[in-house]
């Protein structure tokens, strides 16, 4: 045989080899640089608006029902009612001493009935997940004042719980009608056992009806709003004020439909806003319902880090509780950009990005954060690279969740 055929043979199968042994080498190192899978997220790009959260304090002209007789209150008008001077809002019910637990056990049945009722009125303004988050927090909010031995609120927040864990029941399909009807009827029997009521409570003056005293309607008055003074009002804001006491009021009048809500927020958060615009403003009590609210006045003190922002409505929306402390979202603007879970943010060379998917490579891509909301980033999805990496664009595919990542490294989904 030939031997130049011959060498020309192992030539060809020594190169075959290599080539084995090249192939096998390149499976390896991807083999060795995969991991079991990756979760992945398309960009899509969203709106989103630009809020401020704080805590206000509600004011109204307000004057308070005074009633001197001893009882037991009951209250005879739905809070919100317009009532005319000389109309019955209350009666009071007596009895000797041996009916003292009955008089007890009507106050708490009547307080159960208002409390559902206020359930069945708010239930369609929340959404489950909306009801879950407000009862997290009221919970949260009733323990921290509770370790604080702090007592100012603690009766309202307890009575929002309760029409929160009602609304709850709604919303899961229990129907609580046959409740409403047992309490009405329990109603009947106590008062029928007590006797019927000793007197009534007549309103003194026009104006809307509300059942509760909080002790602090008489501190401000709408028009005092205009000159009350920065420190005044976070005093009211932080409870620093003690209330007024109550036992000898049937409720309240409410004089004007404007009502006000008081904000103290950040200076930078300030300059976002502007005195004399409207704003859509939502309060957490009320199944974060979103009012319209002018901004009235804005106090900016000299070498303070924080401004008192006051903004004014003149309409009363249905069923609003005007609980006088509660949180607001306060939305200056909108943006639009790429919304993707803060898990996948990363840092990389001092710059803040994502890791992206282009096939099965493993690439990084700059991100500019705009807003941080519910476990997300919204991004500009207009932004200029800083740096090395382009930016984040709308036909990417992010990495949300995966082991070791690195630039160039051949992943599965």
Sequence with gaps: MDKKYLLRIVGYIALALAAVILI?????????????????????????????????????????????????????????????AGDKVAEVYGGDAGQSEQLEQLYHVTKRRQLLEEAFDKKGSYSSGAVDREITRLKSEI???????????????TDSL???????????????SSVREAL?????????????ALSSVESDRAGYYFSSCDGYESFLRLDDLATASADDLRALLNRET??????????????????????????VSARQLSQGSTYSVS???????????????????????????????????????????????????????????????RNRNGITGVYVL????????????????DGA?????????????????????????????????IVEQ
């Design 24 to 84: 096998v080498d390149i499976a390896y190192q991807l083999t060795g640089s995969m991991v079991n899978s990756v979760e992945t997220l398309p960009v899509s790009l969203v709106q989103e608006d630009l809020s401020i959260t704080a805590d206000c304090y509600i004011v109204r002209d307000e004057v308070p029902v005074e009633h001197t007789s001893d009882g037991l209150l009951t209250h005879t008008v739905a809070d919100g009612t317009r009532v005319s």
């Design 143 to 157: 323990d921290a004042m509770m370790a604080e031995g702090k007592t100012t609120g603690l009766s309202a927040l």
């Design 162 to 176: 309760q029409v929160m864990l009602y609304i709850r029941e709604l919303k899961v399909g229990n129907d609580l």
């Design 184 to 196: 009405e009827q329990e109603i009947l029997q106590l008062q029928e056992a007590v006797g019927g």
């Design 242 to 267: 003690a209330p007024l006491e109550t036992d000898a009021t049937a409720g309240k009048i409410v004089t004007d439909y404007t009502w006000c809500a008081v904000t103290e927020i950040p200076v």
């Design 283 to 345: 309060f957490s009590e009320d199944g974060n319902a979103q009012v319209q609210m002018h901004l009235d006045r804005m106090i900016l003190d000299y070498g303070s880090e924080s401004a008192i922002v006051i903004f004014s409505c003149e309409e009363m929306p249905q069923d609003f509780s005007y609980t006088r402390y509660q949180s607001v979202s306060i939305v200056w603007g909108v943006t639009g950009g790429y919304r993707i879970p803060v898990s996948a943010l």
């Design 358 to 373: 282009r096939g099965s490579v493993v690439e990084f891509r700059e991100v500019a954060p705009v807003v941080l909301s």
């Design 377 to 409: 980033v919204l991004v500009d999805s207009a932004a200029t690279p800083t740096g090395e990496y382009p930016m984040l664009n709308y036909y990417d595919t992010v990495i949300v969740r995966g082991k070791e990542l690195y630039v160039g490294k």
